[in-house]
């Protein structure tokens, strides 16, 4: 069995957003893929950089690990990694050429390296493990002078480079170990949590993959697939996350969670009569927002969840292929707003066919609702998606976003990416604003109420300069767009 040092390139400092928003989490699919790996015997380590300012951590770890093999697996539970952000994959590249330099064998795996195989493999990497990774990997190992007959592969061969046969998902992911949460350091994440937000959180993640077919959203591993882990599975561990590192709240990260009320609502149960609630943030659609899913995610812990609304405008959620209603929205708000769960809306502008009319209703639906926060970004035309095949002949060089905060359209749209950038700007200022004057309503009404998160959000009439001088620029933005669209140019 082989020394396997385990390596990630998603560094929060790389993303000034990310970084801004101070919320790291370990490298969850990481850790299961070490996990696994350990369960059939071999030595394990991982070099994770995600708190770190750079990649020259990897030497040392290379040192301590003396690895037969380096295996460089994205987070793929983090939504993140899904943009291929180029300074993190430069940061892969790195450490494919000084492994290699150590003598190991390179194996990489993530969203990035199965769009662009023939990148790492000129890196040096010997191999891409392309779809669900785990199981892959366990076969590679075992037969590394074979790779022919492993699924799931990609590599040179004589100078051509081969692809093997897919891979099969797994149906049953409870025969997976849990995490290998002891290569974590749990302590230095809870460090920065603590400092940045006064909490600790860590995540755990309970199904792979979602049946829905928004057309812009990339599913390169699982496509419409849907498998979970029992309850008592994911209850085991949450059981160990609590005993062994006592956080203040999780974070589910799956792409929906409990989409299944017959999953949802015994888990919660379970949850509940073993009294291992904690508070949990997750990601969830509006429309399965009914009356007895909401009381099961309560009955759970949750305290936060975030929806993908997207638009407020019915006609671009339907080009989107969303398959969701803005009376699905508004009955999910209410719901959740009855339970006491604090909601977030995903918001995306600069979808094909939204003008500045769809824009103004997106901001109507935010100004009605009043969502407790707001996360915003635009289009983006991931590849392997059917949005990406309707833009791919518009699309310029460039092809990735250097930062989550980017939000260049990628395509020739109606707005340029200076005007989504301030759109961006413009609408959080005035969200923040108007949360503050709501608060601060409250206030005059209930003095006794004030307490810490109502200081924070009074913070925000300090945005409300920010909003109007935005709000000038951007109209004069939209005039001259519109004077363009007149003239034909
Ligand atoms: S519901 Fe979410 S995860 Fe599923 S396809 Fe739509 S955007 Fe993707």
Redesign the pocket.
Known sequence: MGRVLFAHGHLLRFDRKQHAIGKPYPPLATITAAAYLRSLGHDVALYDPMLDDDTRGFAPALARARPDVVVIYDDVFNWFTKMCLGRMREAALGMIAAARAAGARVVVSGHDAADAPEVYLGAGADFVAVGEAEITLGELLAHMDAPANVPGLVFRDRGLVRRTGPRALLKELDELPLPAWDLVEVERYRAFWRERHGYFSLNVNTTRG?????N????PVYG?TYHTRTPDNVVAEIRLLRERYAPDRLWFCD??FGLKARWLIPFSERVAAEGLALPFLC?T?ADLMTAENVAALRRAGCAETWL?VESGAQSVLDAMD??LTLAHVRGAVTRLRAAGIRIGFFLQFGYPGEGWREIEMTRNLVRELTPDDIGISVSYPLPGTRFHASVQAQLGEKRNWKESDDLDPLFPGLFSREFYRRLSRTVHAEFRTRHALRTLRGLVAAPRAVDKSSWKALTGLAELPLWLANSAALYAQVGRSRQKIARGS
């Open positions: 979602c049946p829905y077919k928004c812009w959203c990339s599913k419409n792409d929906i990601q659609r993908g969303k398959g």
